[in-house]
């Protein structure tokens, strides 16, 4: 067993996290279940509230409330048609393409064995980069890793874990036979500690 705390920010390559789920699912169609949407037309916003639940390929989110932020191909820059991509919820003028989503209340995005939550969580398809923020918790098997920010840029495939303390804590099981058969073994999450 191996514990450490790294410095307070920790940018490792190919960190297991559920997050990357959306990128790897970029492709697949996108299902929310929530008990209740509400459209707002003119702000260009769709908020789903109670128990929201959102389905990509194998990543699923659960959140308190879910707001998506999105625009119809007429309102894309200088006039010209938007590049659509799968809208989370039909706007009523017609396509429109998701801007921005904000999960918040008890985030918990799982992919396979891989749990990522949080208290908030900022997904921005202009950039490609995902936010997590409150107490974030990265979890694989045994293997856990907690800060106050988690930033995943899904076009590098990066992800950087931030605390405010300026401490990011990690506790690493080296050869967990536990969780050997679920899935591929896991490379490290951090990079080692030198003295």
Do not use: H, W
Not at 16 to 44: C, T, V, Y
Not at 143 to 155: A, E, F, H, I
Not at 168 to 192: N, T, W, Y
């Amino acid at each position: 067993m191996a514990a450490g705390e790294a410095a307070g920010q920790s940018t490792v390559q190919g960190v297991p996290n559920a997050m990357q789920g959306f990128s790897q699912n970029r492709d697949q169609p996108i299902q929310i279940e929530a008990a209740a949407l509400e459209m707002r037309d003119k702000k260009k916003e769709a908020t789903f509230s109670g128990n929201v639940k959102v389905v990509q390929g194998d990543t699923t989110m659960t959140s308190k409330t879910l707001v998506v932020y999105y625009q119809s191909s007429a309102t894309a820059k200088g006039g010209a048609p938007a590049k659509l991509k799968p809208a989370a919820a039909p706007a009523p003028a017609g396509a429109s393409s998701i801007k921005r989503l904000e999960a918040r209340g008890n985030v918990v995005v799982t992919q396979k064995d891989q749990v990522v939550t949080g208290d908030t969580a900022v997904f921005d398809t202009t950039t490609n980069l995902i936010t997590m923020r409150g107490k974030v918790v990265l979890s694989q098997c045994k293997n856990v890793l907690r800060g106050d920010r988690l930033l995943v840029d899904m076009t590098t495939g990066v992800s950087r874990v931030e605390s405010n303390s300026g401490r990011v804590q990690g506790l690493f099981i080296q050869k967990d036979e536990s969780c050997a058969s679920s899935g591929p073994a896991m490379p490290p999450l951090a990079p080692k500690k030198t003295k």
